[in-house]
């Protein structure tokens, strides 16, 4: 009898496991998408296909211009470069739900912070640049520290930024310089230890001086290389792009980023120092305009109180045009890279063709207004799945 029962009950098992392994597989909480479903979905791919189409459109109208040599290649990844480095800073902050407008000022600010302390109080560069760094960065927390405790909008606090560092960098240069433009300080970047080792010159000058040996690539009279070497700024943003893309995706605070920026409320109610990680953020951000500053002046030799005018609202374009919303809570640091290469081909690239460089200002504005319209298409996709 006992085995008969076990025998039915197995026979029961048995007829049972086809039906509820179907309505397992019919279960609507459980939803599989395709690799090529989920690549469309991420928030780089707008930038990449703009990236691409940009590529295209510059090799059919400049192809045979000098662009894609390895000169014209150096040239306007050094200007996309600059512009990756600070949108870097831009879109984690958008991430969580912040804007920082004083970047622009910030890295005129920070120049200063560098040529004026060298140039007139003879310090040593390497001191001058630590200097930069920790003002910058003592105005970053500042201007989070306001945000986070008077909650008011980041926009405001950091407008207010904005005015103040663009007004302290000219009423300091002309208090020391008696002019907006200080000059002198290339040399003693170059032969500064830390201005040499990680601000000026090039990276791999012995491969190209190698390459140009063998004819590889062009060279100048004496048989040098006419392009000596990957710029500083180039790997800096490598490595920052690399770093904050790692942090993002594989870390804790990468997800309190994300979490602060979807819903702050929430993710603190779970656990997440809201107020922390959106100081650490605008603090992020002034450190990335200060290296911005200090590449730039260590390169041009020359620190200028205009420097940087606009540059903030460049890095929030970058950002949104690699998928960072508005609202927060979504975006992707390769996405702003990706914004960033745009603007500095189609920047250089304008200039290797006949067209006006002042049309360049408009496709900014057209690449701001189709970015906004395309990643409200994904956050209405979004909310729909959810």
């Known amino acids: 009898m006992n085995s008969s029962s ?33 690549f469309l979905g991420r928030p780089e791919f707008a930038s ?22 390895l000169d014209g290649v150096v040239n306007w ?29 910030m890295i005129g600010f920070a120049g200063m912070m560098v040529a004026i302390p060298t140039v007139y109080f003879h310090w040593p560069f390497w001191l001058a640049v630590i200097f930069a760094f920790a003002g910058s960065m003592a105005l970053g927390y500042l201007n989070g520290y306001l945000v986070v405790k008077t909650r008011l909008p980041s926009f405001i606090v950091t407008l207010a930024f904005m005015f103040i560092l663009r007004g302290l960098t000219l009423a300091l240069s002309i208090m020391f310089a008696d002019r907006t433009i200080v000059s002198g300080v290339g040399e003693f970047a170059a032969h500064d230890w830390l201005g040499s080792w990680l601000f000026t010159g090039n990276l791999g000058s012995g491969l190209f001086q190698w390459m140009a040996s063998h004819g590889w690539i062009a060279t ?50 779970v656990g997440v120092p809201v107020k922390r990680v959106k100081t650490s ?90 970015a906004v319209l395309f990643n409200n298409y994904v956050r209405r996709r979004v909310t729909e799945a959810r």
């Open 6 to 38: 076990a025998h039915a009950d197995k026979l029961s098992a048995d007829s049972s496991s086809p039906a509820q392994q179907n309505s397992a597989s019919k279960d609507e909480r459980v939803r599989k998408e395709g690799s090529l479903k989920r």
């Open 48 to 69: 990449l296909a703009g990236a691409i189409l940009v590529f295209i459109v510059f090799g059919i109208a400049a192809g045979d211009s000098g662009m894609f040599n």
């Open 77 to 105: 990844m050094q200007v996309a470069a600059y512009l990756g480095l600070i949108s870097i800073g831009a879109c984690v902050l958008m991430i969580a739900g912040e804007f920082d407008l004083s970047i622009g000022s």
């Open 220 to 269: 100048v009279d004496g048989g040098k290389p006419l392009v000596a070497g990957i710029p500083k700024v180039i790997v800096w943003w490598a490595v920052l792009a690399l770093g904050a893309s790692f942090v993002l995706a594989r870390t804790r605070f990468g997800n309190w980023i994300f979490a602060v920026g979807g819903d702050a409320n929430a993710a603190k109610n």
């Open 281 to 370: 953020l605008f603090v992020f951000t002034a450190f990335c305009a200060c290296l911005f500053a200090v590449l730039q002046v260590a390169d041009v030799g020359s620190a200028a109180a205009d420097r940087g005018l606009q540059k903030e609202f460049e890095a929030i374009i970058a950002a949104v045009i690699g998928g960072a919303l508005l609202t927060g809570g979504y975006g992707s640091v390769i996405g702003a890279c990706f914004g960033a290469l745009i603007f500095g081909v189609v920047q250089i690239g304008i200039t290797y063709t006949n067209l006006n460089s002042d049309w360049f200002r408009v496709f900014l504005g057209v690449m701001l207004l189709v």
